[in-house]
């Protein structure tokens, strides 16, 4: 968390309003949300209204161990029939106890590729199926307000994305991981490129969802500072909800002297920014099963308006009047 302000000295006193982190996917335990590792990040985003806290949660337990493609089907198959439904329900309500009910989650990312055991392409219809058990048993938690981010890496890689959206029901963000790679890509390539820049822009307008891009920076082609130039111009023209760098070697410009170049070109851009013009955070999808069991808390300069719990659920909560105004001077 120290790292928040430090990044934002380098950058001449930058407004960062995003905090990101990762479950870690070794056991169960750990997907639940262990008590003590997300306290310091639900009270950094409690410290302020507009900022946003986005998680990484892994779908599995062992989820970097080299699961087999058999092993994997199995797994997703089992997640499909409700087996791992309480871990989810565990780690969403903790989540809402923090206060953070709010939070961005990062669900089963990078599934198109080969690297986690969360990966969707030995059972593309099972993994899907699967998802939208996890976003129903989050949701289903009183109090909670999660926004659910489908995020692929970019490209083709082991299976096509799209194969894997599992539907505008439970995504409620479109986004996408892009480093520079492969090695010899131009950006025009990474925008051009099957299921690249380009086509997960389109893909998302076409949903009528934003995006977003979790993890981006360098990786395969060094210091490569026209990759900065241009992807921090897609994010200007673009206007994700979000996005972060990743910031170790090889990627990063700020932890990582391997990069000077590309450091320069971020540094600059980003120096002393303080946009107070963001894109407006879309609504998760709504439950229509029930009102909100939390109700918000009423300011204290106005008197709420009852009209039951049905017009305000769709509302998106109490109407609340100013009785106090001809006691104010002009």
Not at 85 to 101: C, M, N
């Amino acid at each position: 968390m120290a790292r928040i302000a430090e990044l934002s000295r380098w950058l001449g006193g930058a407004d960062l309003r995003v905090a990101h982190t990762y479950l870690p996917g070794d056991r169960w335990s750990n997907i639940e949300g262990l008590p003590g590792f997300l306290d310091a990040w639900a009270d950094w985003r409690k410290q302020e209204d507009d900022r946003l806290f986005v998680l990484n949660v892994p779908m599995l337990e062992r989820n970097e161990e080299g699961v087999s493609d058999s092993e994997v089907r199995g797994l997703l198959r089992r997640g499909a029939a409700g087996e791992y439904d309480h871990h989810f329900r565990k780690l969403a309500e903790r989540l809402v106890e923090l206060g953070v009910p709010d939070t961005v989650v990062v669900l089963g990312w990078e599934m198109n590729g080969i690297t986690y055991t969360h990966r969707c392409g030995p059972d593309p219809e099972a993994w899907k199926t699967y998802w939208n058990r996890i976003v129903t048993a989050m949701r289903a938690v009183p109090g909670q307000k999660f926004r659910f981010d489908f995020t692929p890496n970019r490209g083709h890689d082991a299976v096509p994305w799209t194969r894997c959206y599992p539907g505008d029901e439970t995504v409620d963000i479109i986004g996408m991981d892009s480093y520079d790679q492969p090695r010899g890509q131009s950006f025009d390539e990474a925008v051009t490129e099957p299921y690249g820049l380009q086509q997960h822009v389109d893909f998302a307008k076409e949903h009528g969802k934003p995006i977003s891009y979790p993890e981006w920076g360098l990786f395969r082609n060094g210091d490569n500072a026209t990759y900065m130039r241009r992807m921090l111009a897609w994010l200007d023209e673009h206007k994700p909800l979000y996005n972060t760098l990743t910031d170790y070697c090889p990627h990063g410009v700020w932890q990582c002297d391997d990069n000077p170049r590309a450091s320069e070109v971020y540094r600059k851009a980003l120096f002393g920014r303080t946009d107070t013009e963001v894109p407006a955070p879309t609504d998760p999808t709504p439950k229509p099963t029930a009102p909100p069991a939390v109700p918000p808390t009423r300011p204290s300069n106005c008197s709420p308006v009852e009209l039951g719990d049905w017009v305000e659920y769709w509302l998106g909560g109490k109407l609340c009047l100013r009785f106090d105004w001809w006691s104010r001077t002009r």
